[in-house]
């Protein structure tokens, strides 16, 4: 059995960007400045913010959110 080291690498690459209030979700191209943990970034889509600009928040692959970064 090998320890679970793995778990908070996310995919390389990608991000799976989703929007709190309507579960829409895109994978986008991961930007340099989101945390390396970062495994999700909740954001909301136009649609639901109304045109203006919501605070993302980062979450790891583990569901906790990340709050310094
Ligand atoms: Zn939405």
Redo the contacts with the bound molecule.
């Keep these: 059995m090998l320890p679970q080291t793995e778990t908070t690498i996310a995919t390389a690459g990608t991000i799976a960007l989703v929007?709190p209030?309507?579960s829409?979700t895109l994978q986008v191209a991961r930007d340099e400045t989101d945390p390396v943990a970062a495994a999700r970034i909740e954001v909301?889509?136009p649609?639901?913010s109304g045109g203006d600009f919501s605070m993302p928040e980062y979450f790891d692959a583990a569901g906790q959110q990340i709050l310094d970064f």
């Design positions: 929007c209030k309507c829409k909301m889509c649609d639901c």
